[in-house]
Every structure is written in structure tokens, then in C-alpha cells.
């Protein structure tokens, strides 16, 4: 009686299994210890294109795909595997687990994820869009704060006009040929210019005094107060992306409409160095805090929101790193604070 009673448990536990994978979004398929099919489900033959009949082997189309991988599995130790596989221009995710530990009976899980990854093409088409449009506003900023020195030289006559013209003329010229270089870089096809190059030695203070000079420049109505080392403060970093990250805070201090901007730089004991840009603006509100590092997060209609997001990513490609402390209260204001590691070999 106990037989037949677990016998008939056995039984329903079966049925109800049989129907619960027949019913699922991948495809399964069970083979024995000499690879013949012991069970498979509609999605698995929907998923390889071929009927798999229960107690054959798999077709010569589909074996030719799985079998030598079913062959490495069966003879490993493994209890667990999975590998991707092309089948007529779609892409699969496999899945192999043995029945139980030491036993050469495979269960194959089967999914086509053909669909999933033409979307994060998509999406990383989109995020690199994003970054090149990133990297094209920053060369504009510096161009735009030039050209409006330029004009304000032109109406004052205490000013050596040509010199503001030789200096302004060749930022802008400079600025232009990185334009192009990031025109380039998108034509063939490859990440955001200095996402992946690996930090060298900068000179941190000589940066911060080139970028808070610029904004002098543009800025009006503005209290700046620097202090900034007089001597060479080498760190990891790259030069023309750390000058964009710093470029980057203090226009996010001047669009909280800061009356006064401080920026600080300093040597860490151990080497290295760190800046802090803060500002007397509208502030951040702490529930809002946590988020502006995210990708286009942005507390200001305008903007794309990827001037935070990239320059931590940057920071911490270097070895440093970057925080945030804010209140809309009062006092009230911004402080960033980024800390970069020693120069390589330093």
C-alpha cells in the first residue's frame, strides 16, 4: 500500500512538472547518459527549429551545435555550465546542470536572448550618443566664455585688445581642434574620447589655476576665492579630462546662482591630491543628494545631466574618487569634493 501510495505521489509530482515546463518562457531539454533525449518541451523545439523526439537522438543540426559542449560537460566535474551559441542568426543562452552529482544525465536550458541583446545595442548606441554630445558641450563652454571676454575687451579701452584677441583666438582654436578629435573618434566607431585611457601624471594645481582663469573671464557678478598651490601638484589623472571635470563643477556652482565660489586645492599626505569647489547656491535638498551622481539626474531644466555621472566614472578610473555635501538650508550650497590617487609610479 505505502508502494503504490508514493508510486501515485511519484506519478502527480511528474505531471504536474511535465505541465509546468511545458508552459515556461525557455526551452528544456533532458538527455540520458548516451545523449538521447529523455524529455523536452515545446519552447525547446520552437527555440532549435527541430522536433526532439523522446528516445532519439538530437537532430544532426541541432547536435552539431551542442554536442561537443554536452561531451566537455558530461566528462567534467562540473555540476553546473552555460555557453552562447549562434543558430541561424539568432543568439542563445545554454544552460547545462546535471541530474545529480556525478551522474552523466544533463538537463539543457535554452533561451533565446536574440531580442534582449539587439536592445543593449540599442541602449549602448544611445548612452555613447549621449557621451559624444557630452563631450561636444564641453569644448563650447570655454569658447563661449572667450568670446564673451572678447566682447567685454572691445568696449574697454584700458584693455590691450590684440593680446585678449592672440590669447582668446587660440583657446578657441585649440578648443576646435578637440572638437574634431571627438568627430573622429565617433566615426570610427569608439567610446567617448578618454574613457578608457589610463591615468599619468598631471599637474593638478597648474589645471585648477587654467580653469578658474577662464571663468574669471566669463563669469561676472562673481566673488572667486582660490587657493590654489603656487608649485607642481602631481596626481593620477588625465589632463584634458580632469580639466573638463573641474570646468564642470564650477559652471554647475555658477547655475545654482552662487554669488561666491571657492575652490581648494591640496596635497594629500600620502599623495596625490584633492580640490574642492564650494558654492553659497540654492543647494541640493538631501533627498535629492544621493542621486546627483546618477546618469541624467540633473536639478535644473537645462543640461543633460551627465557632467556628474561622467566625471566620477573618470575619478574612479583613476584610482580617486568624488562626493557630494549639500544644503538647501541655512548656510546654504554645494561643496564637491574630489580626491585623486598618486601620479602612476609615484
Do not use: C
Not at 69 to 96: H, K
Not at 130 to 140: F, G, T
Not at 278 to 302: A, N
Not at 310 to 335: C, F, Q
Amino acid at each position: 500500500t505505502e508502494l503504490s501510495e508514493g508510486r501515485a505521489a511519484l506519478e502527480a509530482a511528474e505531471r504536474r512538472l511535465v505541465a509546468t515546463l511545458r508552459n515556461v518562457a525557455s526551452g528544456v531539454v533532458a538527455v540520458d547518459d548516451g545523449g538521447l533525449v529523455t524529455f523536452t518541451n515545446p519552447r525547446a523545439e520552437a527555440i532549435l527549429g527541430a522536433a526532439l523526439p523522446v528516445g532519439a537522438e538530437m537532430p544532426s543540426e541541432v547536435a552539431a551545435l551542442l554536442l561537443d559542449a554536452l561531451r566537455q560537460f558530461q566528462d567534467g566535474e562540473a555540476d553546473e555550465g552555460a555557453i552562447e551559441l549562434e543558430l541561424a542568426g539568432r543568439r542563445l543562452n545554454v544552460r547545462l546542470a546535471r541530474l545529480a552529482r556525478g551522474v552523466r544525465r544533463v538537463v539543457i536550458t535554452l533561451d533565446d536572448v536574440t531580442e534582449v541583446t539587439r536592445a543593449e545595442r540599442v541602449i549602448a548606441w544611445g548612452e555613447m550618443a549621449r557621451q559624444v554630445a557630452h563631450e561636444i558641450k564641453n569644448p563650447l563652454t570655454p569658447m563661449r566664455l572667450g568670446m564673451q571676454h572678447l566682447r567685454r575687451a572691445r568696449r574697454d579701452g584700458r584693455v590691450d585688445f590684440d593680446q585678449v584677441l592672440e590669447e582668446n583666438t587660440a583657446r578657441v582654436l585649440a578648443e576646435i581642434d578637440r572638437l574634431d578629435e571627438i568627430a573622429r573618434a565617433f566615426s570610427r566607431y569608439g567610446t567617448a574620447p578618454m574613457a578608457d585611457e589610463p591615468a599619468e601624471s598631471v599637474d593638478v594645481a597648474a589645471i585648477a589655476r587654467d580653469v578658474l582663469e577662464l571663468e574669471r573671464m566669463g563669469a561676472e557678478g562673481i566673488l572667486w576665492d582660490a587657493q590654489i598651490p603656487s608649485g607642481e601638484l602631481p596626481a593620477a589623472a588625465r589632463e584634458r579630462a580632469l580639466r573638463d571635470v573641474l570646468l564642470n563643477l564650477l559652471e554647475n556652482a555658477r547655475h545654482a546662482h552662487a554669488h561666491r565660489i571657492s575652490v581648494i586645492v591640496r596635497a594629500l599626505p600620502d599623495g596625490g591630491a584633492e580640490f574642492e569647489v564650494e558654492d553659497d547656491g540654492d543647494g541640493i535638498p538631501d533627498h535629492l543628494l544621493s542621486r546627483v551622481f546618477e546618469p541624467h539626474f540633473s536639478t535644473r531644466t537645462s543640461g543633460s545631466g551627465l557632467g556628474l555621472a561622467i566625471s566620477r566614472r573618470l575619478i574612479e578610473r583613476w584610482g580617486g574618487s568624488i562626493r557630494a555635501e549639500s544644503s538647501t538650508g541655512m548656510p546654504h550650497g554645494t561643496k564637491l569634493v574630489v580626491r585623486l590617487a598618486p601620479p602612476p609610479g609615484g
